[in-house]
């Protein structure tokens, strides 16, 4: 990817913190904390070990600056029943079969 003026700018903003992204945040936590126990529980202790712990933390810090630098904030909207978001989904996929192929309707 080249890089523009606007990832730079994306990079290196302030993180920017607001309750959805704190709690997408903490489950990431979470989730790389048990794996890294699970590593020191499973792994004798040695330099495997320990550049595999490394590895879980850098893996969080870069998942954890995607979440800051790339997700949205989503307005409030109510979820569709299973069956209703289905429905949706393949009434989107017909219509873009047809668009993609309008010659063959």
Avoid: N
């Avoid at 990832?7 to 904390?33: G, H, M, N, S, V």
């Avoid at 949205?72 to 209703?84: C, F, G, I, K, M």
Wanted: hydrophobic content about 50%.
């Amino acid at each position: 990817m080249a890089i523009t003026d606007k990832e730079i700018r994306t990079r290196f903003a302030p993180p920017a913190a607001d309750e959805a992204r704190t709690a997408i945040k903490a489950r990431l936590a979470a989730a790389a904390q048990e794996f890294a126990l699970l590593v020191h529980e499973l792994v004798p202790g040695s330099r495997e070990e320990s550049e595999a712990i490394s590895s879980v933390e850098l893996a969080l810090w870069w998942a954890q600056a995607g979440v800051d630098r790339r997700v949205q904030p989503r307005a409030q909207t109510s979820r569709l029943a299973p069956v209703d978001a289905e429905a949706a989904c393949l009434a989107a996929m017909a219509e873009a079969d047809i668009a993609s192929a309008p010659g063959r309707v």
